[in-house]
């Protein structure tokens, strides 16, 4: 989704700073892609291993869910991002907007002809024709984390996934 304006935006490091990042780095050091349980700042000494993170749509929206306006026009930067990462094997989208996000880059690049019919669900999987694997999760906001509607096991159990697919 979009970087939080009370996080990612203050702290110039995404899920950092926030709620959603206080559910979502312990959940990445446990799963080995962080290399510690905490962030708090881009300065804190936290690195990341084997995991880059993006956004689909790059400001904090207003009510905090971006218009298919705002998500066309940072369309470029997603692209841009993507096609740098060359060894790109699988992606994990928290949340539909960056599950629809990561479906459209692909067909805008041409690495998927047509929308399928890939229906979002936390631990959903797909691979796309180029053999991207595609993971969807809840997004880690508080919304979801408070209500229960997505625990640490379940994350978890979906970067472990990814962590496998990956090699």
Known sequence: MAPGAHGSNRTGRPFTGDGSGDFLYPVLYEAGFASGPKAASRDDGMKLSGL???SVVRCAPPANKPTPEEQRKCAPWLDQELALLRNLRVAVCL???????LLAHAQRAGKLP???SFVFGHGAEYTLPSGLVVLASYHPSLQNTNTGKLTRPMLLAVFNRARQLAG
């Open 52 to 54: 880059w993170i993006s």
């Open 114 to 116: 047509s929308r399928p």
């Open 95 to 101: 949340g539909r907007i960056a599950f629809d996000g």
